[in-house]
């Protein structure tokens, strides 16, 4: 392996255990590089710090390992045990209940830009960086070799997580296994299909499953609203809670398609309508009103530079939100943006509620579910904030 030498000073950072190298802090080596390149790190003096893929970006090197390392397919194969005997060990899998998950979640497993996704025999691996991808014929078969598992088909799909230059010469596709001819897994007791190749993210939104309990628990007899639906997630949960209606919007045809398709897979005594539309129109249009309010939108900013415009959409969507939240009712109010910090997607809730003129209590703080960790020396990896409010 090549390797890199780091400024005087500029080791910190990883004898802290976070895996991030950006480039300044490069003294020499990655001259000589590839993107993807598997490198040894060395401090200013010569010692060996760390294994890592390297890319020629602001994040230049992602660490792998805090030692030398050969990443061959055992290491893959040891990394992902670890990985699934933590899952094993937070009861994440219930056999005739929950056969989908996520199996690593980057660096909360010690593995950055990784992500492996698991719908009952399907594993679907996304990379992030040109790295991973290149060591995915090694991945996949450390995945097939899993004893706790018994996955038959794995599936690559990292096209548009990978830079734009790099992804326009590759393709997703089944590194091993084809395609099922229907793929239904359950969570919750609950069947859902899940369409690897088309479906957003993997395929469905695995991050908020311990948040769609919340809504089963207070669904009872309740009428819900479910913007920014999906394949119906949070819709499903709640009529399997009891909730006596729920509406569901999305502007996706072909996600309200498949919300249809799991309704059709299970059995409910309560009702349920499909519209498909803009949420921030129906609600500024609509004057029903509901006992719980569910606004989970897809990532407004992207970027710091787009950060700005974000509070103001996500403002201006909660403050609509809570005014179709009957008296006494919730309303569950996420926000997946990585650049919107926990205390500025607060503070956006707050002013929302000070426009709307309600009284509001927090009555539960949300986050992503125990099968996406994030580590504690690089808490980057917590991404989904969310706020259950109840409102007088």
Not at 341 to 368: C, W, Y
């Amino acid at each position: 392996m090549q390797s890199i030498r780091l400024n005087k000073g500029r080791e910190q950072s990883v004898l802290r255990r976070h895996p991030w190298i950006f480039s300044g802090a490069i003294r020499s080596g990655a001259e000589h590089l590839s993107d993807g390149d598997t490198i040894l790190v060395e401090d200013y003096k010569g010692n060996t710090i760390g294994t890592g893929h390297f890319q020629d970006s602001s994040l230049a090197v992602r660490l792998i390992a805090f030692e030398k390392v050969e990443a061959n397919t055992a290491f893959w194969l040891e990394r992902l045990a670890n990985a699934a005997a933590c899952r094993d060990a937070l009861n994440i899998r219930q056999e005739g209940s929950t056969d989908t998950f996520r199996l690593v979640h980057g660096e909360g497993d010690q593995l950055p830009g990784l992500i492996i996704d698991i719908y009952g025999d399907v594993a679907v691996v996304q990379a992030h960086s040109i790295g991973m991808y290149k060591a995915m014929p090694d991945i996949s078969q450390a995945i097939l070799q899993l004893s706790s598992l018994s996955i038959r088909a794995v599936y690559s799909k990292s096209k548009e997580a990978l830079p734009s230059a790099f992804a326009q010469n590759i393709a997703d596709g089944w590194v091993h296994g084809e395609a099922p001819d229907s793929l239904v897994v359950h969570e919750g007791g609950i069947a859902f299909k899940v369409n690897v190749e088309t479906g957003q993210k993997t395929g469905f939104f695995l991050d908020q499953r311990d948040n769609r309990e919340w809504i089963r628990k207070y669904g009872l007899g309740k009428r819900v609203f479910n913007g920014f639906c999906y394949s119906g997630g949070f819709s499903l949960y709640a009529l399997q809670g009891g909730a006596a209606h729920v509406t569901s919007i999305d502007s996706s045809q072909g996600a309200l398609d498949l919300l249809e398709e799991n309704m059709r897979l299970n059995t409910f005594s309560g009702t349920h309508e499909s519209i498909k539309d803009n949420v921030m129109t129906w609600l500024g249009q609509t004057d029903e009103m509901f006992d719980i309010v569910i606004v989970d939108p897809p990532a407004f900013a992207k970027s710091l530079k787009k950060r700005h415009n974000a509070i103001q959409a996500y403002k201006r969507l909660n403050t609509m939100a809570i005014s179709r939240v009957k008296k006494g009712g919730m309303l569950f109010t996420f926000s997946c943006s990585q650049v919107v910090d926990k205390p500025l997607f607060h503070n956006t809730i707050v002013a929302a509620a000070i426009e709307s003129g309600r009284q509001a209590r927090v009555v539960h703080e949300l986050s992503q579910g125990a099968d996406h960790p994030v580590s504690i020396f690089h808490p980057e990896g917590h991404y989904l904030k969310g706020l259950a409010l109840l409102l007088d």
